[in-house]
Structure formats: structure tokens, C-alpha cells
């Protein structure tokens, strides 16, 4: 070092947190008895260092003790390393001259031995300040937000997000797989507690998403690939080919009236109903263009028919169109792809697909819609037979061990609704087997009162098996519900006509996917992660990518609005800074250095080392560069170097974490 | 006024350096105008009682070559030190151990055994040599083997180094200009600890093979490969150092065909030679499949002699466990 | 009881160490000449890949390396069982007589020659290189100078570098040459001949012409009777890339003529505990101590048992000089160690003119210089003569090629027991009544130089030296003068 | 070496590398969720896996690490879309010539966590600290390079 640096440092006790397992006391003694030779000059210790009077002992310090560097030894830098990096930089000390260490998550939240981990702390902090001598004043990288967004999914979360930052006047890509938006929602018929029409309150959001001006919709459309980062994304999106031409359409729907080919419609009407070849997902559809299945389709397959040409006023059928790939550039992205349904077959105990009359909760809620396909009525398969006895069972395929552990948290109040529905419309008896009833939320507990005042049969305990074989005369053509009743200890067989299975909800099958081609990663059980759990739960770990309604977790209606309008709220207030700063970790290779091996050539991802074959030496393109550092570390000639966290960095944090392993003669030489 | 004292030493070191110097031809006259040479014992008589006798720093260059084999060359490396103004690690050797740094994978004593009891070696009282044997006249000694070999700044302060197995005869005749031309107020020294008489970068940077994005699915061996003479070798899978080896030979060995086995040493401020060679290595490995990387990875028959050929006694880590344990 | 220590002697490749007892009388009772340092190649090469050893044994000896590299070549070519074609062969001999006319003429004017040229008793400061060069004059020192240029370049226009060659591979090597190259290297031999032809001629002058060199050569102090050893072609000429190793004995008389894969049956290594460098000899004759004759296993491997061992030399011009040699020195075998350094001239000439008669080979320049190995790899053995003597390199390898075991004999090493046996010899008739001074201590290096012993090369031992030092010690131990060599 | 006596048991000093987005935000979770594991494990926050130079994990036993742990992204999950596959392949080949030194391969553990599996973490690294106590101390640090005290100077 050819001029000393003058170093403090602060250990922070964050309450007990800290305090409670490592001597903090200690710590900041022997910091300012060993670490003189590498220039420290003050270490203090203070119950809490990210309050404004934690910070003001630093600036204070900076500016009187004129410190060129500071450690602080606190928590995880992902959760305060932006605080102390202000703190610096408000006593008008270059915010990258700071580096925080980790001694709770790392140490004291982990470790109960309180010398071993008051040791520990020692190391990471004498870690700490010999990294510290070597980092470098920097400034941000600063790029501008563009103003555009994509929402990917146009379930009531998307379209939610979709219509806040179009209502603020800034234009949105609002991408949907099927050929309509709407979602889960569109298919429900009630929605709890209040029972309203959920086609009445979604209809008039999906009605404007469609027409609004600042909103692209791209239905029956993927986004294929992703680029670029913060500010600068360019999304390639296929939208698929309709067969039908947009512009000429009127939606009037003599196409799908005259098309000979019925299709079992196994999206929308969860395969309770039929659709034709050429169809639109449900009437109130957004956009109102239909779209013609290739698969089923007869002319496709024979290559005859075109009765919907034919029959076309405006000549909008066009088989011969092909897909379109569309590039957008966006500044921020919100995924709100939803969730899939648990597949009740998995757990065959319960017969689905086996026992005609047991229904999957989607299929319940198809039958009870007046624009379902019973028109509302709910009946057996045969499609006449009123149920008297309907059993209905909680947490299908949640809450256990064999499928998933989670909570699928909307099963409780869905089947209280159908069991409310099934009363109303049937008056038959209906049973809710169930293991605990969860109703958190306004006006979810009194719902339940209602039920229960409706006289509804509240069994608790987990159904062991649903058979049609019959013991008792009673039970003859009757689905035996095989069940423990945990409050009397009692096994019962409970007889019904209908049983609804409470299916719960889980990720995408392809959220993985997603999330990878997104550059975000999944949770164990497969729901996209957030940044924070709390402080920060529509946020990612990659800057300008947000997450909303149940791609997250699963969540009902009003939770899944609330994080679209959340996510877009932070949207906006990115777009209205006009531009985002970067954190300034990038490589860059020393041209002088470069022997142009071509080594490093293929080590990056996104194309930011460029070989000139003129000069044969390698260029790092900084707006490319993600700062990742692994051409850093290839380069045979070492002429690559990474700012933040270059080897002069890392190896002398290494020396500093292995001091203590040192013989006592060298600690102080 | 004298002229400026010269003096070149070879310690543990196989003689090749003071080839190289021979080799600057010609020019052995201008070192010979320009220097006293007072020490250079395979080229003349030396007057070690005169180096002994001499001022501190009063010999002004001192090319030194050899590794630190034994207590005898520590002894004169550390002599000369105290002697001389300006202390030149010269060649691999004096640099980071060369060739005879590999002693540094085995015990001492397991080097000494096997040179005792190879097949032809008649020895059936399984004799070793004595450090002090008495003879019927008396006592007669032998230097001590150090247990592992050192590089010359592991013992003392070295201002400034010149790699290569030898150092290329026009590298030393351009530091032999310079150093005439600073001592004649004409040029500037490069700052202590700096390496001379070679380039910053890599020997890829004077090879004239052509070369490509490098993906390998297959290490080949430069016996069993018919090698394409105009395109880089180790994209042709032969191990070659020369992607991390320090330039200024320019790229002789790969120039007729023959892979660079790293005699340079590392590149300007690289830490650990061998490093660079694992991260260069594996950045050609061309699969994601462990099973099939540690197939491909079979083809370097011996990873760190290759890494560390000339490098290991000059490494971070120095010498193989078993070395330091014997 | 009188000690002194030579430690070491200057002027030799490597590092060597001489102890010399006094008897009360002041007479030698005992010289030991001890090998101070060690560096296990041997065993380092153990898990290398077997061509690899050329590059690595390079690294015994930068003044010899190329013997080391070819050595090490031909053994990798036997463990891979690998016939290298015709062109590949004439390269490597091409690029080794160039080296052998190198080496011969440093010795001869920077290490050995100083002796005679300058005389034994010159002033220190001139008995070296830039002095050699002052007597005889700039334009001469040039033409050493040149010489060793030409013999350089060739080596590095077929082994790719100077010092420490790199071409050499299992089955051959990794280039050839072309036209222009082969023009070149005619061009150097063509100079090369007239410049060993001047060097005799030089020799002639300086040392036959001057009555005391003679003696010093005739002069019974550096004889020694042992036997010869040396390579030599189908016609028992002497040949230093390739051929069958023969022996003579002390009476001339051919005594062991064996492949070199039979070196192990032919030759043993004696130990003594007060040196790291071993005593090769004839294992059939046995070991019988530090003594020459017929009854002693001890031989002599340089150009002088080269020439004593064959029947002549394979070109014209140097087997002219062949016969003057034993014409002059009274026939068949010679045995006084000084005739070494006019021997080593007589086989700068024959280098000189091996290389260009490789040179004007129409095969030279064919791109059929190497061949691919395809067997699996055992075991092998290559030999060729160093300038030092002949040189053995032994590899087992496993089935991938890698080295399992290695067993090195090299040229200086042969020579250690006979020097050993000189320097007493020397000592004991320079030596007298205690009375020592440092020109006679020259004499005794004199003795030791002859055979120009390269303990860079002397296996395993690792080159570096120090100064003459002598201490004289009384009968009862102490010292009663020191002596530092060369005072002035 | 450490200033633990003799009497106690051993205990290694391993020294981690992890990831800035999956493995180091697992010690994070490990750490909010108040799991725990042997203190024996010490962290360097790289942005990737991808950015481990080799040179860092011999500087690590060259200055008295008993083992090395390097930590990244799930293969497939690599926020930088594949650099773990780099390190991957670094670390098979660092193994071997870390094997070749005399440093058992044990002493190198490579370990996919995501930022969800602090569980994971912590139970990976609590059985490697069993592993390398079993192993015993390596102490290259005292073994393999000496202190230069008595190197000499430049003439002041």
C-alpha cells in the first residue's frame, strides 16, 4: 500500500440480535488493537447502527477523523448496504468505500457458542477491513427506464397492473397465452364472501384493458425470450397465428355458428362443455376475435370444409396466416402468470375421473355459472339428476405431505361457497369435510356464521377414501365418503350423491421455465420468490422484474388485485425517475494485457466480449456486461478485472479471515 | 573512474543461463566495455575473497540465476545480496524454481532413495550419502539438501526479474543495453520488483497460429496428434501453456509445432501461475455434464506437473504435502 | 595431518568439491573429490508423461541439453516401440553434430583451452575467456564467437530454441525443414570445417609447437590405464547419435562390444557415503577402488575413449587427423588425460563435416520426418554420446505412456571415479613435503578439466561454485595458512 | 495453529464462497430463520459462482484453510443463465491438481443451494465440518511457508 488508508469501524449490536451471542465489546476492542497495521484508526460498537444515530456516528467520524474507509459490522449487506453506503456518502465519503460484513445472518443468528462465534465475528470483520484497503471510489451506472412495461398474464392481477400504469399514461404490452384475458376469474360464477358475479365485476376491467389506448393486448401470445436488464429489456413475444385477420373481424360469431366441428373444451369449461374449431374462449371474450384450433380444426386435418370462410361477411379468415414474432423494448416487466389447479386424479383414493359424480372444484364452478355448461343448474353427469346429498372436501391435494405442505389458502372460503350454492339451488344437505376452517380476511369469518347457521354439516377430518361400493342398503348407488371424525373419534361413511373436491392450487407447470427465461428463481414448492417475504413481496432479486397474484403464492381475488396495483405502483415510480442506478460492478479487459487467446470468448452469456480481429485482442461492452465475473476469473493472462470485487478484494479478504489461523509472532508484525 | 562491478552466479540452476549470456555473442564485448566483471565463475577465475572483501552494494549488477537447493547456494545468494546494488533473479530457476522446483511433489528423502537404488546402481549396504562422514584422515562434509527447493526471493530481496528457461538471448542483450544506458544517465530503471527482459501479456500474443472461440471435447497428446501448422495448438486439444505464459520468447515452441510448457512464467501480476492454467483449462471444457467433464478432463494425464512444470516451487502452495512433511 | 580443500574448481560446468590430506610427511595421503548436491530427477519424472521427457531432462544440463533431449527422445521412441523414419533421424543427428561442434569449441576456448593458450602460469585475470580473445586476437575471438553463433542457429532452426531444444518427440519430430533452411545450414557447416580446421592448426601451433605443453601431455602425472568406452557405428567408427557401445581395455584390445538396451548388464553405479554423485564401472570386471588396469572396472568415457575405442573416424578429413594423433602420441590406446582437449578437436572436425554431409542428404528436407506411435507404451532405453560421455536415459511407463520408474546414467558420471583417480595422481606429484602453492593447485584442475566434467549433467547434481578455497592443516588439525586461489 | 489447546477437539477454519443471488441469500434465510450450524464456515460473497478464480481457494489453504467450500445457483438457475457450469468445471479440474498436491479432494466442496434452501445450507455445511474434523488439521500455512525472518535485506 503506498499511502495508508484510515479506517473505522462500527460493530453494530442490533439489539440483542447481535449483542445477545457475540461480545460486540470485544470485537471492536480487538479490531482497534490488531488491525492498526492495516489502518484502522477507530472501532466503536452501538446498539444500532442503521438509525439515523448509528449513521450520524459514522459521518461524524468521517468528517472529523477524516477516514478514507469504513467496515461495518452488521447484517446481511442485502438488507443495509445501501443504508451505510448513504450514510458515507452524506459525510461526503464515496459510498464504495464502504463494506458491510454480515455477523448476524452469518454468525450470530446461526451460532449459540458466544466465544466461537465472538471469534468468528473477529475473522469476518479483520476480512472485512482488509477488502475494504482495496476498494476504489466508483460511481453508479446510471441508464435510462423506458417508459413501456410488460405485464406477462392476463389473469385479474395482470389486467390490474395493466390498467394502473395505463390509467398513469404510460404505454403497457399486456401478453396472455389463451385467446382471451380474464383467467381464472372469468370462469367463476360467484365470488366470495359477498357473492357477487365475478363475470360482472371482471368484465368492465377486461372491456377496458381491451380498448384502452396505452394498452397493447397480445392474447394467444408467449413471450419467447428476454434481453437486456433494467430499464433496457427487449422482449421477443410469438404471437401465435388466429387464422383470423383482426382488422376485418367484427367478432359477430357466424363462423363459430357454422363450423361443423364440436370440440370438448377442456380450458375454459374444465371440460364440462363443448366448443367448436373455431372458437372464442366465453362471450364476453376480450378481444372478441375468434381463433381457429389447428388441431381440431377439419380443414387443417383434411385440407376441406373453410365453412367458416364461406360463411365469413367480411372475408376475416385467413388459414394461411402465419405466427408473428414481435420484439418489444420495456423498462420493467410484472409477471403475473398465475397458477394451475392440483390435479385431483393424483390422489386416486378420491376417484376422480373414476367415480362420474365426483367433481373437481373448477368443474363445480363451471355448472354453477348461468353461462356454464348446465346453464347454472347443478346436477349429476347425467346432466338431469338433482343431488340430495353433496359432500364436499377441503385441502385436496394441500396441507399434506404426499402432494404439498402449503396452504392453498382460498379452498376454505370456495367451499363454503359452493356449499352455500349447492343449498340455494338444490337444497340438498351438504357435508364440508375439512381439517382446520381458515377464513382470514373481511368479512370471510361471518360468511362461515352464515354457513353454519344454513344448517351445513361440518365434518372435521380428512377423507380416507370416496367408493361407490356398497355395504349397506342405504349406500347402494350412493359414493361412500370414508372419513374419521376427529372430534367424536368416530369412522363414518357418509353416503352421497356429488362429491366437490376442494382442489388446490399450484405454480405453473412451466414456472420454472419461466423464471429462468425471466433470469428470477423459484421456491422449493415452485412459487416465484420475491425479494423480501414482507418488506418487498411483488419485488425480485433482478432489478426491474415484479411478480403479482398467484405467481407468488397462492392468493385470493382481492390479494392478487392488491399486488398488481402494488407492482405497478413501483413501476411507475421507477418510469417517473426517468432513469435507475446500477450498481458499477463490471469487467474490462487491459487491452496491453490481452493476448487475444480468445479464452475468455466464450464465457459470456450475453455477448458483451466482443474479439477484434484487427487488434486480436477481446473488448468487454460495458451496457452488455452484467458484472457476473467469470471472464475475470478465466482469463489465463489475468488481464481481466472486475470492479467490486476484483482479486486484490477477495484474496486480501482471505488473508483477513485467516488471521487468527496465523502464528501469534506474524498478528502482530 | 572504475567502471561498474558485474557479477553473474549460478546456484541450483543447470547452466543454460550463462549459455544464453554467451549468447548474447557479440555483445559479451559491451558488457565486457561497459563492466569490471569481478564474479562470474564459469566464464573466468573468481576472486571470492575479493567479493568477501568488498563494500556492501559495491557490485552494482548481479545476474543470479539457480534455485535455493541448499544451504551452501543460500549462503552465497545471501552474500551477494549484501555485495550488490542492483540483484537480478535471472531465469526460471532464480524466478520460481523451474525444472528442479518438481523435486517439490516428493519427499527429499525419497528422492534421495531413489537416486540410490535405481537398477544400475550397485549399492548393497544401502548406502546414503552423509552431510560429515569421517575418513581415516578426517572429517569431510557436504552441503544439506533443504527439504524443499526455494526461489531466490524466498530468501532474499530481489529487485528485479528476468524468467525464462534460459532468458532469450536478445532479451538479455536489449537489458544489457538498458542497464549501460541508465548507468549513463541515458534511461530510467524500471521500478524494484518489476520483471525485465520479457513481455506483460501472454505467449498468444506473439503466436502466429490462428485461433477461434476454443470449445474442446477431447485433450489430445502432441505424440498421437497430426497438428494443423497454422491453427492454435490447443484447439487442436494439445496441452499447450501458452495461453498463460508470459510473453517475450516470442512463442518459440508453438511456432515449430511443439506446445509452450510455460518456462516464462506467469503474466504481469498474476498470483499463482497454476491458477490461471486450471481457469483456462476448464473455460474450453465443452459440456455441463460432470460425468462427461471428468471424461474430457482424463486427457490432461497430469494436471499440476503441467500447471506447475516450472512454477511449483514459486506457487502459492509451494510444494505437495508429502514434500514439506520430508 | 595436512588438509586442503579445493572448493570447488572454476572453470567447469557444475560444482565439484576437492579435499586433499597431507601425511605428517606433507606427502598426499588421500584426495576426495565430492559431488555436493542432489536434485532426484529420477524420481521427480515418476507421473510425468513420457514425452515430456525430453523437454524436462533438458533441464540437467543447459550446456549439454540437446544430449539430454535426444537421449530422453530415443528412450520415449523405445517405450512407445516407435521407428523414427530415415528424415527424422538425419534431423536429429544434424541438429546434434551442430551442438557437438558448439560445445567442443566453447571448451576448448573458454573453459579448457585457457590452460594452454594462456599457459597455466599466465596471470588469473587473462587465464579466461576475454582473455583467450585478447591473446589471439579479436578477429579469432570473432570466429569463436561466430562459430558458436552458427552452431546455435542450426540447433534452433531444427529444434525450435537455442538452449533447451523442443522438437523432439516420441516417433520422430514436430517439423522438418525446408530449401532455404537446408541452404543455411550447409552454409554454417561449410565455415564450421574451416574453423575446426583452424582450431588444429591453433592447437598445433600453441601447444605441439611449445616443447613444456608436450610434456605437460606426454608427462606421466595425468596417465591413467583404464578402460575406453565410446559409441560406434557398423564400421567401429566413431559415432555419437547412434550405434552399439564398445570397450576396450587398457591394452586397446576390444573388450565388450553391447546394445545399449544391454547397458545394465555391461555397467553398475558404485555409492560412497561422501558424495552425492556414484562411480560408474564395468560390472563384469568388478570394483576394485579408486585404480586403474585391466583388474579394475573402472573406464573412461570421452573423446578420447571415443577415439581409443573405435577404429577411426567416419569422415575423411578427421580421420586424418586420427592418425596424426596416434602417429604423434605412440599408438593405440593413448592414455594421457591431456590428449582429451586435442581429441575433442579432432571431433569438432568430425562434427563439422557429419554436418554437412547431413545437410547435402537428399532426405533432409522430406516431410517424412516423424511417425504417428501405435503401440501400446512399455518400457525403453536411448543412448547417445554427450560431449561428456555417454549418456543413458531409461523409462518404464504405464499403459497411458506415463513415466513409472526412470534410471539415468550421465556423461560426466562415467568419469567420476578416473577423475577422482587423476587428481590424486596429480596431487600426489605436485604436491611435496607440505609445499603447496596455487599455480600447483591449477595443475590439479588442470588434471580435473581435461575431461571438461559437466556436474550440471553429473546426474542429479545441480550445478553452482564457489571459489578456490585451500586450507592447510597441521598434524594436529588446526590451520596454520589459508591459500585463496589466484591471488594475485 | 489456531489458538485453540490441544485439548479440544479440532476445529477447521473453512473458508465459503457463494453466490450473491442463490447460495449467500441461503445463509441469509438460514440466518433469519435462526437455523443452526457449526461456526467453523467463513463467507466471501461473489456476484457468481462463475466468478471463482482458482487462485482464490490455494490462497485459502496456502493461508491456513482446513477446506474450501464454493456455493452457487442450482445448475439451470444461474441468475447469469449458466456461469455455475464454469465453475463446475473448474472445480473437477481443481480437484485433481489440488489431489496431486497432497490435499485431499474431500477438502473441496462444491454445493448447489438456492436462495429458498437455507435448510440445505445449513445441513451441507454441518456435515462438512464433520467431514473435515475427521480429516484433521492441513496447516499449510505453518508447514509449507515459513515466516522470512531472517531473509535479507537491500544495504539501507
Known sequence: ?669 | MSKPKFAMYWAASCGGCEIAVLNIHEKILDVDAAFEVVFWPVAMDAKYKDVEAMQDGEITLCLFNGGMRNDENEHIAKLLRRKSKIMVAFGSCACEGCIPGLANFRPIKELVDTAFSTISTDNPENIRPQTSYSMPEGAITIPTLNPMLKTLDQVVDVDYYMPGCPPESHQIAAVVDLVIAALNGKAELPPKGATIGAGNSTVCDECQRKRNVKLIKEFGRIQFTEADPELCLLEQGIPCNGIATRSGCNARCPSVGAQCIGCYGPAEGVVDYGARLIAGFASVIDSDDPVEIDKILDGLVDPAGQFYRFNLAGSLLRASKSAQKG | MQRITIDPITRLEGHGKIEIFLNDDGDVANTYFQIPELRGFENFVVGRPVEEMPLLTNRICGVCPEAHHMAAAKAADAVYHVEVPPTGKKLRELLYMAFFATDHTTHFYALGGPDFIMGPDAPVAERNILGVIHKVGLEIGGKVIQMRKFGHNVVEIIGGRKVHPCTSIPGGLTKGIIEEQRVEIEKMGRWAIEFAQFSLQAFNDIVLGNKAYVDLILGDIYTEKTYYMGVVDANNKVNFYDGKVRVVGPDGIEYVKYEPKDYAANIAEHVEPWTYLKFPYLKNVGWKGFVDGADSGVYMATPLSRLNASDGMATPLAQAEFEKFYATLGGKPVHQRLAIHWARLIELLYSAERWVELATDPEITSPNFRAIPTATPTEGIGIVEAPRGTLTHHYWTDERGVVTKANLVVGTTNNYAPITMSIKKAASSLIKKGNVNEGLLNMVEMAFRAYDPCFGCATHSLPGQMPLEVSIHNAAGDVVDVLKQFVD | MTDTPETKPFEPTIIGFTCNWCSYRAADMAGTARMKYAPNVRLIRLMCSGRLDPTFVLKAFAGGADAVLISGCHPGDCHYINQNYKALRRFLLMKRVLAQMGIQPERLKLLWASAAEGAIFTREINEFVEQVRALGPLNWNTTAIEVHAEKEEVPA
Open chain 1, 1 to 669: 500500500m503506498d499511502k495508508k488508508e484510515k479506517i473505522g469501524v462500527y460493530v453494530c449490536h442490533c439489539g440483542t440480535n447481535i449483542a445477545g451471542v457475540v461480545n460486540v465489546g470485544e470485537v471492536s476492542t480487538w479490531a482497534a488493537e490488531n488491525l492498526k497495521n492495516d489502518g484502522v484508526v477507530i472501532a466503536r460498537d452501538y446498539k444500532f447502527m442503521c438509525s439515523s444515530l448509528g449513521q450520524e456516528l459514522i459521518q461524524k467520524d468521517i468528517k472529523e477523523q477524516g477516514l478514507t474507509r469504513v467496515v461495518v459490522a452488521a447484517c446481511s449487506p442485502h438488507l443495509h448496504e445501501a443504508t451505510f453506503r448513504n450514510a458515507c456518502k452524506g459525510g461526503g465519503l464515496n459510498p464504495y468505500l464502504c463494506e458491510l460484513v454480515s455477523i448476524r445472518e452469518q454468525d450470530s443468528w446461526v451460532h449459540t457458542d458466544k466465544i466461537a462465534a465472538t471469534e468468528k465475528a473477529k475473522a469476518i470483520l479483520s476480512g472485512g477491513v482488509s477488502r475494504v484497503i482495496h476498494h476504489e471510489p466508483l460511481e453508479p451506472l446510471h441508464v435510462p427506464i423506458h417508459p413501456a412495461t410488460l405485464v406477462v398474464g392476463g389473469g385479474i392481477a395482470g389486467i390490474q397492473a395493466a390498467l394502473e400504469i395505463a390509467n398513469a399514461g404510460f404505454p403497457v404490452y399486456l401478453v396472455e397465452r389463451e385467446p382471451s384475458i380474464g383467467g381464472h376469474m372469468a370462469q367463476f360464477d360467484k365470488t366470495f364472501p359477498t357473492l357477487d358475479c365475478s363475470a360482472c365485476i371482471l368484465t368492465p376491467k377486461m372491456v377496458d384493458a381491451g380498448n384502452h389506448p396505452n394498452i397493447t393486448l397480445l392474447t394467444y401470445s408467449e413471450v419467447e425470450k428476454v434481453d437486456g436488464y433494467v430499464g433496457n429489456f427487449v422482449a421477443t413475444i410469438r404471437k401465435r397465428a388466429r387464422s383470423v385477420n383482426e382488422a376485418d373481424c367484427t367478432g359477430c360469431g357466424i363462423c363459430w355458428e357454422k363450423c361443423p366441428k364440436k370440440v370438448v373444451d377442456n380450458v375454459f369449461e374444465a371440460g364440462m362443455g363443448y366448443r367448436k374449431a373455431v372458437y372464442v374462449s366465453f362471450p364476453q371474450a376480450v378481444p372478441k376475435y375468434p381463433v381457429i384450433d389447428r388441431e381440431n380444426c377439419t380443414y387443417y386435418i383434411k385440407g376441406t370444409c373453410k365453412a367458416c370462410e364461406k360463411f365469413c361477411p367480411t372475408n376475416a379468415i385467413n388459414f394461411a396466416q402465419e405466427d408473428e414474432i414481435l420484439n418489444v423494448q420495456v423498462g420493467n416487466i410484472i409477471l403475473a402468470t398465475g397458477y394451475d389447479l392440483f390435479d385431483s386424479r393424483r390422489i386416486t383414493q378420491y376417484g376422480y375421473g373414476r367415480l362420474a359424480n365426483v367433481f373437481t372444484s373448477l368443474e363445480f364452478e363451471r355448472m354453477s355459472n348461468a353461462a356454464g355448461p348446465t346453464g347454472g343448474n347443478i346436477v349429476l353427469r347425467d346432466g338431469k339428476t338433482v343431488p340430495k346429498v353433496v359432500g364436499i372436501v377441503h385441502c385436496v391435494g394441500s396441507r399434506d405431505k404426499n402432494y404439498n405442505e402449503y396452504c392453498s389458502a382460498i379452498c376454505c372460503m370456495q367451499s363454503l361457497k359452493f356449499a352455500h350454492l349447492v343449498e340455494e339451488r338444490t337444497g340438498a344437505e351438504v357435508y364440508n369435510f375439512y381439517i382446520d376452517i381458515r377464513t382470514p380476511g373481511k368479512g370471510y369469518e361471518e360468511f362461515y356464521h352464515r354457513l353454519l347457521e344454513e344448517g351445513t354439516h361440518f365434518i372435521r377430518g380428512k377423507v380416507a377414501e370416496i367408493s361407490d361400493a356398497a355395504r349397506l342398503p342405504a349406500e347402494e348407488g350412493k359414493l361412500i365418503m370414508q372419513v374419521e371424525d376427529t372430534l367424536t373419534a368416530n369412522q363414518l361413511r357418509v353416503p352421497v350423491d356429488m362429491v366437490i373436491l376442494s382442489a388446490g392450487l399450484e405454480p405453473r407447470h412451466d414456472a420454472k421455465e419461466v423464471a429462468n427465461r425471466f433470469g428470477i428463481s423459484c421456491s422449493a414448492d415452485g412459487w416465484l420468490i420475491e425479494r423480501h417475504p414482507k418488506l418487498d413481496p411483488v419485488a425480485t432479486v433482478t432489478e426491474g422484474i415484479y411478480i403479482a397474484g398467484c405467481v407468488q403464492g397462492p392468493k385470493d381475488i382481492p390479494n392478487s388485485v392488491a399486488q398488481g396495483a402494488a407492482a405497478a405502483a413501483r413501476i411507475l415510480g421507477k418510469i417517473q425517475q426517468k432513469e435507475v442506478a446500477l450498481e458499477p460492478i463490471r469487467a474490462t479487459i487491459h487491452e496491453e494485457q490481452c493476448s487475444g487467446c480468445r479464452i475468455c470468448n466464450n464465457m459470456c452469456p450475453f455477448n458483451a466480449i466482443l474479439f477484434h480481429e484487427d487488434k486480436m485482442v477481446s473488448e468487454v461492452n460495458p451496457a452488455l456486461c452484467q458484472g457476473c465475473g467469470t471472464c475475470v476469473a478465466a482469463c489465463p493472462a489475468g488481464a481481466i478485472s472486475g470492479t467490486g470485487f476484483s482479486n486484490e478484494q477477495i484474496l486480501s479478504q482471505i488473508n483477513g479471515l485467516l488471521l487468527l489461523n496465523i502464528p501469534k509472532k506474524e498478528v502482530v508484525a
